[in-house]
């Protein structure tokens, strides 16, 4: 399964990514009073500045935080999102910044975040197909990229796989201090169509219960 389609998208960080799966459409953004870091895109339909520009796939791992801030709060109340677009709906913590471009969307607050955009497989891709494509447009795309895992994957929402790799942020706007991102890759296809979602936050937090949640809510129509 290869993703032949490549486009270059300008992003509002004034950087620019070769991504897979784009779409033309596009809508406006909305936001919060919880401004989010920028944070290096996946190599899908991006809605967030990119921090793969200029090389940055060849950078070295900056070292992860040895008290990672930002656990998502077990507590934290859930509320659904739709993107009639993409065709898709998934539920994710209240009072997140939300940022949209076409059919695809981008959640933040402080260092966690999860993106949500339609790919282009109409088949379910395995774990042979997932290290012969994604991974290889991976290493090339993100910041310091290191493979941590590729399995099978089946949630209500679709089949595939989950790929789980690190990469270093995008540098902050304001600091420009970079975090150690671990983010977990789902690409899932349910009735030949596919979305791709990306759950991220600093490696070492504690995020299994908020990213479980988010990902068996996912729902494709």
């Not at 774990?127 to 991974?135: G, M």
């Not at 795309?141 to 929402?157: I, K, M, N, Y």
Request: glycine letters at 10%; one cysteine or more; charged letters at 15%.
């Amino acid at each position: 399964m290869k993703r032949a389609v490549l486009c270059a998208v300008l992003l509002p960080a004034t950087v620019t990514l070769a991504l897979t799966g784009c779409s033309a459409a596009s809508t406006g953004t909305s936001t919060s009073s919880n401004a989010p870091r920028s944070t290096a895109s996946p190599s899908t339909t991006a809605v967030l500045p990119s921090g793969t520009a200029n090389g940055a796939a060849n950078q070295k791992p900056v070292p992860p935080e040895n008290n990672p801030p930002g656990d998502i709060p077990d507590n934290v109340a859930f509320v659904t999102y739709s993107n009639a677009a993409g065709g898709y709906s998934f539920t994710h913590p209240e009072g997140w910044l939300q940022q949209v471009k076409g059919s695809g969307v981008l959640f933040t607050d402080k260092l966690n975040g999860v993106q949500v955009v339609p790919g282009a497989a109409t088949t379910p891709p395995t774990v042979a197909s997932a290290k012969a494509d994604s991974v290889p447009a991976l290493a090339r795309s993100q910041a310091a990229f290191e493979l941590r895992d590729v399995s099978a994957a089946s949630v209500p929402g679709g089949s595939g796989v989950v790929i789980v790799y690190r990469r270093n942020s995008a540098p902050d706007g304001v600091t420009g201090r970079q975090y150690r991102d671990e983010v977990q890759r789902y690409e899932l296809v349910s009735h030949g169509h596919e979305v791709i979602v990306e759950l991220f936050g600093p490696v070492g937090e504690d995020n299994v219960d908020a990213y479980k949640t988010m990902i068996t809510s996912l729902k494709q129509s």
